[in-house]
Nanobody, 125 residues
């Protein structure tokens, strides 16, 4: 069982930066691959970024590649999403997700088992 709590969302101007954080409970954090997903109003939830159990491999949606960076700190049970050069189209609720299967957090057909409550990111033009 993993509980996830996101923080760090807010309002930012286009071109600005935000860093999202996700705190995970439990003593087996390093056995979970982690991912970030987002859902904009009227749109389906979409994959943003994923990271392997040790952090050695990262994956990104084409729309954020080169602007966003996912990282994790297994000693602190934390995963982060650094978002730079933000665009109005990045506006969405961002969700942290966890699954023991890497394929579930990198935008495949599987759905992650565990989700946070989400944090709102709003980018103004």
């Amino acid at each position: 069982q993993v509980e996830l709590v996101e923080s760090g969302g807010g309002l930012v101007q286009a071109g600005g930066s935000l860093r999202l954080s996700c705190a995970a409970s439990g003593r087996t954090f390093s056995s979970y691959a982690m991912g970030w997903f987002r859902q904009a109003p009227g749109k389906e939830r979409e994959f943003v970024a994923g990271i392997s159990w040790s952090g050695g491999s990262t994956y990104y949606a084409d729309s954020v590649k080169g602007r966003f960076t996912i990282s994790r700190d297994n000693a602190k049970n934390m995963v982060y999403l650094q978002m730079n050069s933000l665009k109005p189209e990045d506006t969405a609720v961002y969700y942290c997700a966890a699954d023991q299967k890497l394929s579930a957090v990198v935008g495949g057909s599987l759905v992650p088992h565990y989700w946070g409550q989400g944090t709102q990111v709003t980018v103004s033009s």
